[in-house]
């Protein structure tokens, strides 16, 4: 009995060894052992584990992978399928490890950007301060970002993002509604709603006017009905423009609200 634990004993500190080589050795000189151990199937993944991630959706990480459960523990190339993570538009850096006898292991270290800056046809994920959080430009495949983060458009929004998107935090109803936040002359913000609508916010008097849209959507669901523009400017009044009609008809292209 004492040479058979001795002979496990010496079993599983060879086993453990080479596991740490593999880990140590790169991944391109590894390749030809991967594929022999692939092909004897010598462990299955049973489990994969993520950490570390807030924005990332997990399909994403999964994806690039390139593996799934129930495929060969070293059928995959680790440093492979951390760069593909790392491409990832809320990833600064990622790591994936191997555990014996059968988890994957997956790390994020995300970005925090607050909002998705439109700038001379770039899309450029910003934080609070308005810089640059990602070394590259999101593109149409990064679709996760463009939904979970609101876009701002024009020269200064960077800077100014975080407030109104602070501010707009105490009026759910209006910002679930919102497609981007334009700003205008670096003074001030228009909202480009969802169904097309343009609403004029005043300079520094955000919240007030904020306060007021909602009252109006709340009263006559204001931000649900056929019009172009509703101007906020004006503390005394609003002003609401509504689509051209027809040669035939002679409405007035624009209302006044009190």
Request: aromatic share 4%; no cysteine.
């Amino acid at each position: 009995m004492r040479r058979l634990v001795v002979f496990l004993v010496l079993i599983l500190v060879l086993i453990g060894g080479g596991w740490i080589a593999l880990g140590m050795v790169s991944d391109r000189s590894m390749s030809s052992l991967r594929t022999k151990l692939e092909a004897m199937d010598p462990l299955q993944i049973k489990h994969i584990v993520i950490r570390g991630r807030q924005l990332t959706d997990e399909s994403d990480i999964l994806s690039r992978l390139d593996t799934q459960k129930n495929h060969s523990l070293f059928g995959f190339s680790v440093e492979q399928a951390r760069l593909r993570i790392d491409a990832l538009p809320f990833v600064d850096h990622s790591t994936v490890e191997r555990h014996l006898p059968d988890t994957v292991i997956v790390t994020l270290t995300e970005r925090v950007p607050v909002a998705i800056w439109q700038t001379r046809r770039h899309f450029i994920l910003i934080n609070r301060a308005g810089d640059r959080v990602s070394e590259r430009d999101l593109t149409a495949q990064d679709s996760t970002a463009f939904h979970k983060l609101p876009l701002v458009v024009g020269q200064g929004a960077n800077v100014a993002a975080a407030s109104i998107i602070d501010l707009l935090a105490h009026y759910p109803d209006v910002k679930s509604r919102i497609l981007a936040l334009i700003r205008i002359g670096e003074r001030r913000w228009n909202l480009l709603m969802r169904n097309g609508t343009l609403v004029l916010l005043p300079e520094g008097a955000e919240n007030a006017a904020l306060a007021r849209l909602t009252d109006y959507q709340q009263q006559i669901r204001l931000l649900e009905r056929p019009v172009t523009s509703i101007d906020l400017r004006l503390a005394d009044r609003m002003v609401i423009h509504t689509p051209s009609s027809p040669p035939s008809s002679s409405p007035s292209p624009g209302t006044d609200a009190p």
